[in-house]
T-cell receptor, first 111, second 112 residues
Framework: DQQVKQNSPSLSVQEGRISILNCDYT??????FLWYKKYPAEGPTFLIS?????DKNEDGRFTVFLNKSAKHLSLHIVPSQPGDSAVYFC??????????FGTGTRLKVLA | EPEVTQTPSHQVTQMGQEVILRCVPISNHLYFYWYRQILGQKVEFLVS????????KSEIFDDQFSVERPDGSNFTLKIRSTKLEDSAMYFC??????????FGSGTQLSVL
């Protein structure tokens, strides 16, 4: 039962352009969402989060949008930089102890 | 910035052997987790631990797995009798409140 899905396994974007990573979820009880970045052989690193009472949260180059009716969230990175190349995971919590992760999207930013 | 530290970074073991993976969560954090990632797959929840007991666990976390917080700083994951399919990167994580998880850099477990 895959409750958090990232349907694009990979994405390539030119340096300076916008990267948009998408995430869909099925459980309407999820009320807190996070995005993580992961480099090979390292642990996931927190990027940005959003609670279900908001529809947008911004932190520097990163913005997360939440569409509760569509059960969809997206991460926008503007402008994209080569150092952003990594695997990005969205995660969701139903307000209990656990966070459920998506399958990840590998972002490649081309110089 | 405070870090979650995990040891060892790599562990190789024979099938059927017991392994203990160790973690030192961030000192003022209250919630502790183990996740794992099989190569190329998603990061899977194993178990959460709060107030000295398991608060949630996944179907993966069967009787072969156990967690312990033996003192005020360490948090361990024990696999009693390892199987080939236990080979994965194991991540420890911690958090203070209802917010982001901080992850360690992981232990790569290889079961031969």
């Amino acid at each position: 039962d895959q409750q958090v899905k990232q349907n694009s396994p990979s994405l390539s974007v030119q340096e300076g352009r916008i990267s948009i990573l998408n995430c869909d979820y099925t459980n309407s009880m999820f009320d807190y969402f996070l995005w993580y970045k992961k480099y090979p052989a390292e642990g996931p690193t927190f990027l940005i989060s959003i609670s279900s009472i908001k529809d947008k949260n911004e932190d520097g180059r990163f913005t997360v949008f939440l569409n509760k009716s569509a059960k969809h969230l997206s991460l926008h990175i503007v402008p994209s930089q080569p150092g952003d190349s990594a695997v990005y995971f969205c995660a969701a919590s139903p307000g209990t102890y656990k966070y459920i992760f998506g399958t990840g999207t590998r972002l490649k930013v081309l110089a | 910035e405070p870090e979650v530290t995990q040891t060892p970074s790599h562990q190789v073991t024979q099938m059927g052997q017991e392994v203990i993976l160790r973690c030192v969560p961030i000192s003022n954090h209250l919630y502790f987790y183990w996740y794992r990632q099989i190569l190329g797959q998603k990061v899977e929840f194993l178990v959460s631990f709060y107030n000295n007991e398991i608060s949630e666990k996944s179907e993966i976390f069967d009787d072969q797995f156990s967690v312990e917080r033996p003192d005020g700083s360490n948090f361990t994951l024990k696999i009693r009798s390892t199987k080939l399919e236990d080979s994965a990167m194991y991540f420890c994580a911690s958090r203070q409140g209802i917010e982001k998880l901080f992850f360690g850099s992981g232990t790569q477990l290889s079961v031969l």
